[in-house]
């Protein structure tokens, strides 16, 4: 099998599986090998599901045989984030405390997967719980960025973002709750997609911030992102939160490649310091090439996008403290059982202080305190009201553009461990992300060119509360734009990883 | 165990004025759990009634039952509440092994009903209003059985199993507002008070609140303070009390326990207690304190309950009889008196009775079975009225067959205690065993030829004028026919064999 | 804002059930202070007359039909259990709460 069929995107995948160039088992076997040669690189994956993805490639083989009508990704395999939980395949949210748990059921998300015909090759790497910007704090190391492999990949779902830019998956699924689907897009080269809130439903997600949440695609092309999307949205009676909205024509936004009159907004909040100098040269670039293709750039100011981070960074710890109460050894997952024995009590205790890694113990303590009797209105009720004035901003801005822009992190990847210890640095990263989490907006992010060392930059879109058509109209256009100036897509400039001929 | 010296109930009511206050745990009979699909059953192998999302397993979301609201709107209706145009559930956090996520679903400032009554009706008619501050919904635990201990007792327990079938079960919170000025009724209002409720969630149809398999469970407060003018004392709670008597006791005894610490200069500590069956007495079990502290914030997962005002006043438009409505109604159609009502309501009479009427008897005689025969029978085998193994539709049938002269009295009991022991339904005994009053001239002209041969002095002693005397004639001939003889045709037949009539 | 201690590391992690290392009751009163600090800027603009926003968009009366779903077996609900007995999770001893 060449390596060539790996590098399209999923869409021409997809093209070839129905001209009965590949098979789809051919085609999933092809990414098991490439896993298999690079991933000892990358620790891309906690899981692998060679037997069942190959199983269901036969099972979608056999059924085009037949000529039976498949969905159009049918045979397309796909990358899980561990996040999201997979019946009968461990499911451990980067986390000691769940390791060797196998849940018995399926997300939603992953049952229309399942239903779809698409292979699932296994689980990626995460952040522990989600719970961080570079997939470092994972109970099972790092996952590295394979533009450098001494920088990380993004966080929290670095697992995904690299699995797809070294073309382990075409296709991959991510959560995002402040920017851990768009910030590892944008430091990989890759797009990324966080559909508005309650897009696509989140049980059998494992809970970080129940009211930030969102699950949404991860891939290498603006059209990819949207088949995924399609595929994976839409109501679930099993999510109160899932939004009873028909789900968008999403496709057919990517492939306008049209912003003729598109109004683009930019965040004159979320351009300026912080920002590294090549980033935001990039940044103007794209606007730039928007422009002359008949996009509107606006400047918009949303002043209180100052306080996002605030709010969130009491919002988020708070609803984490509460949904993580429940991993405490009693039902499934780690226990641990000090010496001599010990009450319920203490088994608890000493279970979640072995179980959970330093940040999320810091996250959930951080959530206790915010919660605690006295401290509720100074500051989770503070940080619900900071949300009322984001999501004010949100719409006053929205009334003057269709979409709003700024870059999508701040830098480009950084070096393993250079944040590490610092958390507050660490928390800076999601700072052009976490508006839309607080407002339930959905935001794109795409490659917006090399920055600082060589290294991918993106830029990210954000769009009305129910309109991510837009995101796939404007992204997909300056996809296209971008790609035409340079030559071809932007990961055709990654190095090579020693495993395979990249 | 008890350290507390006892004062004397009267003395003590006496001397103080009990404040009570309590709290209705009610278990919803809708088919399912209060936010998933699991099944709301009582008796099941234990974890099978089930889902990921009663396990609380990560990933897994709740959904609202929209039953359990529209059930929970019906009490707040009942109890004479308002009901809220916008409430939201909250997570009530705290960690223990009989909670699936170490919080419960609850809701803290924003019930869905709140500022209501109910009358309460005493044992001797009298009437006591209690204030409903709120009534909210939230969901039940599991189970803990504990194991190693001595009695199956937490106390001294190795480890506990855990069973989350009732994980998740609907349940309705009803909270007093205090109960003052009841005196030394306190311990009879309490248990009335829970009896009503309990009466009321029948009625609307939304628990079988059946108070032994703890549908029905009552937390009661109980504070003593020196006069009604005086702030309230400090309370203790009695948690879970699970029938009227234990209800009574248990206030009875902390009336008594709170005076005795009281007397002796102590402070009563503010904490939960423990009610025991076997000694009558509470034992103290945690100490509020204040360092409890529940985080509770508003639940992210569900989103806010509006009920729109069509669909209350729909509910409310839709609401059954309440009891006590009905027991005026029924008290005006049957005619019955004030006492003889009050006897028939504390005997758990009033439905057995009110079918019986439905069915065909008059209400007196629906009222002379029920109260006289079968309220005998089931004192005797130690049991309620409505366990008997006789329907209302029975004792309609037996009594019209006395109505129709099929049978007299004597005979309808027998056929009773034949109704009792399952042989099937009173016409079809009579018929089968033959017991329909003997009234065929031939037989019992037959009869009293044989009787008139063989008592010849009792026949001279008619004639002679005392025809008092005609008993000992027509003695013998209902024995001989097993009391089936129509004992008014039998003596007119002796009357005209003797040529007196 | 109050600065946060030790003792209410302390106090907070016995709230939350997680037992902490002694490096870690030591360590963490710096970070948490680093940032509250950061997120104190809330109640700069949280006044009272802006309402809170719990959910990012408003629905009401999400309800689900009163219709039994597919339930776990008992093998599938004690699967993952680290003990289990007589169909039941087992968990040590419950006393010491009380």
Same mark, same amino acid.
């Given at each position: 099998m060449s390596n060539d069929i790996i590098r399209r995107s999923a869409a021409a995948q997809a093209a070839a599986l129905q001209a009965g160039e590949v098979s789809a088992e051919e085609l999933t076997r092809a990414h098991l090998d490439r896993i298999e040669a690079v991933d000892g690189e990358l620790n891309a994956f906690l899981h692998l599901n060679q037997e069942d993805a190959l199983a269901t490639a036969r099972d979608v083989d056999s059924r085009r045989t037949a000529g039976e009508q498949l969905h159009p990704l049918a045979g397309v395999p796909i990358?899980?984030?561990?996040?999201?939980?997979?019946?009968?395949? !461990?499911?451990?949210?980067?986390?000691?405390?769940?390791?060797?748990? =196998?849940?018995?059921? &399926?997300?939603?998300?992953? +049952?229309?997967?399942?239903?779809?015909g698409l292979p699932i090759l296994g689980k990626t790497n995460m952040d522990e719980f989600a719970m961080g910007s570079s997939t470092e704090t994972s109970a099972y190391g790092p996952t590295r960025n394979p533009w450098d492999r001494e920088r990380i990949p993004g966080g929290s779902g670095g697992g995904s973002s690299a699995a797809v830019a070294a073309y382990e998956a075409p296709l991959a699924i991510g959560t995002d709750t402040g920017g851990s689907i768009r910030q590892p897009g944008a430091v990989t080269g890759t797009v990324g997609v966080k559909p508005t809130y309650g897009s696509v439903s989140r049980y059998g997600l494992i809970a970080m911030a129940s009211s930030l949440d969102q699950a949404g695609p991860v891939t290498r092309t603006v059209e990819d992102s949207a088949l995924l999307h399609e595929l994976i949205a839409g109501h679930d009676v099993r999510d109160s939160t899932s939004l009873p909205d028909p789900v968008g024509s999403y496709v057919e936004a990517a492939r306008r490649r049209d912003v003729k009159g598109l109004r683009i907004g930019v965040i004159e909040e979320l351009k300026g310091e912080g920002f590294a100098a090549e980033v935001r040269a990039r940044f103007q670039e794209s606007l730039e090439q928007l422009e002359q293709a008949g996009a509107e750039i606006v400047r918009v100011s949303c002043p209180n996008f100052r306080y996002a981070l605030g709010a969130y960074y009491l919002i988020m710890p708070s609803e984490a403290s509460s949904n993580l109460a429940k991993f405490d050894g009693m039902r499934f997952g780690l226990r641990v059982v000090p010496e001599g024995g010990a009450t319920a009590e203490q088994v608890m205790a000493a279970t979640r202080g072995a179980g959970f890694g330093a940040e999320v113990k810091r996250r959930i303590l951080l959530g206790t305190y915010a919660l605690s009797a006295?401290?509720? &209105?100074?500051?989770?009720?503070?940080?619900?009201?900071?949300?009322?004035? =984001?999501?004010? &901003?949100?719409?006053?801005?929205?009334e003057k553009v269709d979409v709003l822009a700024s870059p999508t992190a701040p830098t480009v990847a950084f070096h393993l461990g250079e944040k590490l210890d610092d958390p507050m640095a660490m928390y800076l990263n999601d700072i052009a992300t976490i508006p839309a989490n607080l407002a339930g907006t959905p935001g794109i992010s795409v490659p917006s060119g090399l920055a600082e060392d060589g290294l991918p930059a993106g830029i990210q879109f954000l769009a009305p509360a129910r309109a991510d058509e837009r995101l796939y109209r404007v992204g997909g256009a300056l996809e296209a734009l971008l790609e035409d100036a340079w030559g071809g897509p932007l990961l055709d400039k990654a190095p090579e990883l020693a495993g395979g001929v990249n | 165990m008890r350290t507390d010296p006892l004062v004397d109930y009267d003395e003590a009511v006496d001397r103080y004025d009990p404040v009570l206050g309590i709290e209705v745990h009610v278990e919803l009979g809708t088919d399912t759990k209060m936010f998933d699909g699991a099944p709301n059953v009582f008796a099941a192998d234990p974890n099978t009634a089930i889902t990921p999302v009663s396990l609380g397993l990560p990933g897994t979301l709740p959904v609202v039952n929209g039953k359990a609201i529209e059930y929970a709107i019906k009490i707040g209706l009942a109890l004479n509440c308002q009901i809220a145009e916008h409430c939201r559930f909250a997570r009530k956090q705290y960690f223990y092994p009989d909670l699936t996520k170490n919080f419960q679903t609850s809701q803290y400032d924003e019930p869905i009903a709140f500022d209501g009554w109910i009358d309460v009706e005493l044992e001797d008619g009298e009437t006591v209003r209690v204030e409903i501050e709120r009534a909210h919904m939230e969901e039940d635990a599991g189970k803990n059985t504990h194991l190693g201990g001595a009695t199956g007792r937490i106390q001294g327990a190795t480890r506990s199993l855990v069973d989350y079938n009732r994980a998740g079960v609907p349940l309705v919170e009803i909270v007093t507002r205090p109960i003052e000025g009841v005196g030394e009724r306190a311990p009879e209002v309490a248990a009335a008070y829970v009896r009503t409720l309990r009466d009321i969630f029948r009625?609307?149809?939304?628990s079988e609140a059946r108070m032994e398999r703890g549908n029905v469970r009552a937390d009661v407060n109980v504070s003593l303070r020196?006069? !009604?003018?005086?702030?309230?004392?400090?309370?203790? +709670?009695?948690?879970? =009390?699970?029938?009227?008597?234990?209800i009574e006791r248990s206030v009875r005894f902390e009336i008594s326990r709170q005076a005795g610490i009281l007397d002796a200069g102590g402070t009563v500590v503010q904490e939960t207690r423990h009610f025991h069956e076997d000694?009558?007495?509470?034992?103290?079990?945690?100490?509020?304190? &204040?360092a409890e502290d529940y985080r509770y914030f508003p639940e992210p997962d569900l989103v806010p309950v509006a009920p729109s005002r069509a669909w209350v006043e729909e509910l409310r438009a839709a609401l059954p009889e309440l009891p006590a409505a009905r027991r005026r109604r029924l008290l005006g159609e049957w005619g019955y008196s004030d006492l003889e009502m009050r006897d028939v309501i504390n005997a758990g009479a009033l439905d057995l009775i009110e079918s019986t009427v439905a069915a065909g008897a008059s209400p007196q005689a629906a009222r002379k079975w029920w109260m006289g025969e079968l309220a005998r029978t089931a004192k005797e085998h130690e049991t309620e009225l409505e366990q008997l193994a006789v329907t209302p539709a029975q004792i309609a049938e037996l009594q019209g067959l006395v109505d129709g002269r099929k049978i007299n009295d004597k005979i309808a009991k027998q056929v009773l205690g034949k109704v009792l022991e399952g042989k099937g339904d009173p016409a079809a005994i009579v018929e089968q065993e033959g017991l329909a009053v003997v009234s065929d001239d031939s037989v019992l002209t037959g009869a009293v030829d044989q009787a008139i041969a063989e008592n010849p002095d009792v026949v001279e002693k008619i004639k002679g004028g005392k025809v008092q005397a005609i008993g000992a004639l027509i003695g013998p001939i209902m024995k001989a026919t097993r009391g089936q003889a129509d004992a008014g045709r039998v003596r007119e037949i002796i009357m005209e064999r003797l040529g007196l009539s | 804002m109050p600065s946060i201690g030790r003792d209410d590391v302390a106090r907070l992690a016995d709230l939350a059930r997680i037992q902490l290392t002694d490096e870690e009751i030591d360590r963490l009163p710096g970070e948490f202070d680093a940032i509250m600090d950061a997120v104190a800027s809330v109640s700069e603009v949280a006044t009272a007359d802006v309402p809170a926003t719990s959910h990012p968009i408003a629905m009401t009366n999400v309800f689900r039909e009163d219709v039994v779903t597919e339930t776990l077996t008992q093998e599938q609900a004690l699967a993952g259990a680290p003990e289990a007995e007589d169909g039941r999770f087992a968990v040590p001893q419950i006393l010491g709460e009380e």
């Amino acid at each position: 099998m060449s390596n060539d069929i790996i590098r399209r995107s999923a869409a021409a995948q997809a093209a070839a599986l129905q001209a009965g160039e590949v098979s789809a088992e051919e085609l999933t076997r092809a990414h098991l090998d490439r896993i298999e040669a690079v991933d000892g690189e990358l620790n891309a994956f906690l899981h692998l599901n060679q037997e069942d993805a190959l199983a269901t490639a036969r099972d979608v083989d056999s059924r085009r045989t037949a000529g039976e009508q498949l969905h159009p990704l049918a045979g397309v395999p796909i990358a899980v984030k561990d996040v999201v939980v997979t019946k009968g395949m !461990p499911t451990t949210a980067g986390s000691k405390i769940l390791e060797g748990w =196998v849940p018995p059921y &399926d997300a939603t998300l992953v +049952e229309r997967l399942r239903e779809a015909g698409l292979p699932i090759l296994g689980k990626t790497n995460m952040d522990e719980f989600a719970m961080g910007s570079s997939t470092e704090t994972s109970a099972y190391g790092p996952t590295r960025n394979p533009w450098d492999r001494e920088r990380i990949p993004g966080g929290s779902g670095g697992g995904s973002s690299a699995a797809v830019a070294a073309y382990e998956a075409p296709l991959a699924i991510g959560t995002d709750t402040g920017g851990s689907i768009r910030q590892p897009g944008a430091v990989t080269g890759t797009v990324g997609v966080k559909p508005t809130y309650g897009s696509v439903s989140r049980y059998g997600l494992i809970a970080m911030a129940s009211s930030l949440d969102q699950a949404g695609p991860v891939t290498r092309t603006v059209e990819d992102s949207a088949l995924l999307h399609e595929l994976i949205a839409g109501h679930d009676v099993r999510d109160s939160t899932s939004l009873p909205d028909p789900v968008g024509s999403y496709v057919e936004a990517a492939r306008r490649r049209d912003v003729k009159g598109l109004r683009i907004g930019v965040i004159e909040e979320l351009k300026g310091e912080g920002f590294a100098a090549e980033v935001r040269a990039r940044f103007q670039e794209s606007l730039e090439q928007l422009e002359q293709a008949g996009a509107e750039i606006v400047r918009v100011s949303c002043p209180n996008f100052r306080y996002a981070l605030g709010a969130y960074y009491l919002i988020m710890p708070s609803e984490a403290s509460s949904n993580l109460a429940k991993f405490d050894g009693m039902r499934f997952g780690l226990r641990v059982v000090p010496e001599g024995g010990a009450t319920a009590e203490q088994v608890m205790a000493a279970t979640r202080g072995a179980g959970f890694g330093a940040e999320v113990k810091r996250r959930i303590l951080l959530g206790t305190y915010a919660l605690s009797a006295g401290y509720y &209105d100074a500051y989770y009720g503070s940080a619900q009201k900071v949300r009322t004035l =984001v999501q004010r &901003d949100f719409s006053a801005a929205f009334e003057k553009v269709d979409v709003l822009a700024s870059p999508t992190a701040p830098t480009v990847a950084f070096h393993l461990g250079e944040k590490l210890d610092d958390p507050m640095a660490m928390y800076l990263n999601d700072i052009a992300t976490i508006p839309a989490n607080l407002a339930g907006t959905p935001g794109i992010s795409v490659p917006s060119g090399l920055a600082e060392d060589g290294l991918p930059a993106g830029i990210q879109f954000l769009a009305p509360a129910r309109a991510d058509e837009r995101l796939y109209r404007v992204g997909g256009a300056l996809e296209a734009l971008l790609e035409d100036a340079w030559g071809g897509p932007l990961l055709d400039k990654a190095p090579e990883l020693a495993g395979g001929v990249n | 165990m008890r350290t507390d010296p006892l004062v004397d109930y009267d003395e003590a009511v006496d001397r103080y004025d009990p404040v009570l206050g309590i709290e209705v745990h009610v278990e919803l009979g809708t088919d399912t759990k209060m936010f998933d699909g699991a099944p709301n059953v009582f008796a099941a192998d234990p974890n099978t009634a089930i889902t990921p999302v009663s396990l609380g397993l990560p990933g897994t979301l709740p959904v609202v039952n929209g039953k359990a609201i529209e059930y929970a709107i019906k009490i707040g209706l009942a109890l004479n509440c308002q009901i809220a145009e916008h409430c939201r559930f909250a997570r009530k956090q705290y960690f223990y092994p009989d909670l699936t996520k170490n919080f419960q679903t609850s809701q803290y400032d924003e019930p869905i009903a709140f500022d209501g009554w109910i009358d309460v009706e005493l044992e001797d008619g009298e009437t006591v209003r209690v204030e409903i501050e709120r009534a909210h919904m939230e969901e039940d635990a599991g189970k803990n059985t504990h194991l190693g201990g001595a009695t199956g007792r937490i106390q001294g327990a190795t480890r506990s199993l855990v069973d989350y079938n009732r994980a998740g079960v609907p349940l309705v919170e009803i909270v007093t507002r205090p109960i003052e000025g009841v005196g030394e009724r306190a311990p009879e209002v309490a248990a009335a008070y829970v009896r009503t409720l309990r009466d009321i969630f029948r009625t609307l149809q939304v628990s079988e609140a059946r108070m032994e398999r703890g549908n029905v469970r009552a937390d009661v407060n109980v504070s003593l303070r020196p006069s !009604p003018e005086s702030p309230l004392g400090t309370r203790t +709670e009695t948690k879970n =009390v699970n029938s009227f008597r234990s209800i009574e006791r248990s206030v009875r005894f902390e009336i008594s326990r709170q005076a005795g610490i009281l007397d002796a200069g102590g402070t009563v500590v503010q904490e939960t207690r423990h009610f025991h069956e076997d000694t009558g007495e509470t034992s103290s079990g945690r100490v509020k304190s &204040d360092a409890e502290d529940y985080r509770y914030f508003p639940e992210p997962d569900l989103v806010p309950v509006a009920p729109s005002r069509a669909w209350v006043e729909e509910l409310r438009a839709a609401l059954p009889e309440l009891p006590a409505a009905r027991r005026r109604r029924l008290l005006g159609e049957w005619g019955y008196s004030d006492l003889e009502m009050r006897d028939v309501i504390n005997a758990g009479a009033l439905d057995l009775i009110e079918s019986t009427v439905a069915a065909g008897a008059s209400p007196q005689a629906a009222r002379k079975w029920w109260m006289g025969e079968l309220a005998r029978t089931a004192k005797e085998h130690e049991t309620e009225l409505e366990q008997l193994a006789v329907t209302p539709a029975q004792i309609a049938e037996l009594q019209g067959l006395v109505d129709g002269r099929k049978i007299n009295d004597k005979i309808a009991k027998q056929v009773l205690g034949k109704v009792l022991e399952g042989k099937g339904d009173p016409a079809a005994i009579v018929e089968q065993e033959g017991l329909a009053v003997v009234s065929d001239d031939s037989v019992l002209t037959g009869a009293v030829d044989q009787a008139i041969a063989e008592n010849p002095d009792v026949v001279e002693k008619i004639k002679g004028g005392k025809v008092q005397a005609i008993g000992a004639l027509i003695g013998p001939i209902m024995k001989a026919t097993r009391g089936q003889a129509d004992a008014g045709r039998v003596r007119e037949i002796i009357m005209e064999r003797l040529g007196l009539s | 804002m109050p600065s946060i201690g030790r003792d209410d590391v302390a106090r907070l992690a016995d709230l939350a059930r997680i037992q902490l290392t002694d490096e870690e009751i030591d360590r963490l009163p710096g970070e948490f202070d680093a940032i509250m600090d950061a997120v104190a800027s809330v109640s700069e603009v949280a006044t009272a007359d802006v309402p809170a926003t719990s959910h990012p968009i408003a629905m009401t009366n999400v309800f689900r039909e009163d219709v039994v779903t597919e339930t776990l077996t008992q093998e599938q609900a004690l699967a993952g259990a680290p003990e289990a007995e007589d169909g039941r999770f087992a968990v040590p001893q419950i006393l010491g709460e009380e």
